[in-house]
C-alpha cells in the first residue's frame, strides 16, 4: 500500500514540478522536488520498494521534461545509490542531520551529469553557472525539510493500521465487571 501512495505522491511532485513551478526551462527557482523523494526513499526504505517507487515515476519525469530520454531514470538510481551509501555511514537518522548530505548529493549528480551530457549532446547544454546551482541547492535544502517532515508522515500513516481490530470487537455486558473478572 506504501509503494502505491508514494508513487501518487511522486507523480503528483513531478506534475508540480514541470508546471506549476517551471515557468521556462531555465528559470532558476525550481526546485527538484522529485529529487527529494529520492532521497527520502534511500534514507527511509529498502531497495526493493524504493526501486519500486523510482522506477515509474523517474520515468514519468523522463517523459515529461526529459531531453534524451532514459537520463532522467539513470540520474535518480545514481543519486539514488549515491545517497543510499550515504545512509548506511551516517549514524544518525534524523532527518535534519540528511538534509545537508541532499544538497551536497545534488550538487555532485548534476555536475556529473553535466560532465557527461557535454559529451553527448553538447549542444542541448545550458551553461554551468555556479550561482546558479548554489541556488537551485539552497532552495533544494529549504523544500526538503517540509517535504521530509510530510513524508515521514504519510509513511508512519501507512505503517498504522487504519482501524484498530479492539475497536471492532463488541463486547457486551458491563465493562465493570469484566475489568474485575480480568484482575
Known amino acids: 500500500m506504501s509503494v502505491f501512495v508514494f508513487i501518487l ?11 506549476v513551478f517551471m515557468i521556462n526551462p531555465v528559470w532558476p527557482a525550481a526546485p527538484d522536488m522529485f529529487y527529494i523523494l529520492v532521497a527520502f526513499l534511500a534514507y527511509r526504505f529498502d531497495l526493493i520498494r524504493s526501486l519500486l517507487i523510482i522506477l515509474p515515476v523517474s520515468v514519468a519525469m523522463d517523459v515529461f ?4 530520454m532514459g537520463i532522467y531514470p539513470a540520474i ?3 543519486s539514488f545509490a549515491l545517497l543510499k551509501g550515504m545512509a548506511i555511514r551516517i549514524p544518525v537518522r534524523e532527518s535534519i542531520y540528511q538534509v545537508p548530505f541532499v544538497g551536497v548529493s545534488y550538487l ?3 555536475k556529473g551529469v553535466y560532465l557527461i551530457l557535454s559529451f553527448l549532446a553538447p ?8 550561482p546558479l546551482m548554489l541556488l537551485r541547492v539552497i532552495l533544494l535544502i529549504l ?3 517540509p517535504l521530509f517532515s510530510l513524508f515521514e508522515f504519510f509513511d508512519s500513516r501507512m505503517q498504522r493500521s487504519p ?11 458491563n465493562a465493570f465487571r469484566r475489568e474485575e473478572k480480568e484482575r
Open 65 to 68: 521534461s526529459g531531453v534524451i
Open 163 to 173: 482501524i484498530s481490530f479492539k475497536m471492532l470487537r463488541v463486547r457486551s455486558g
Open 143 to 145: 523544500v526538503a525539510f
Open 9 to 19: 505522491i511522486g507523480l503528483l511532485l513531478v506534475v508540480l514540478q514541470t508546471t
Open 76 to 78: 535518480c538510481l545514481v
Open 108 to 110: 555532485l549528480v548534476n
Open 123 to 130: 549542444d542541448v547544454l545550458v551553461p554551468w553557472s555556479w
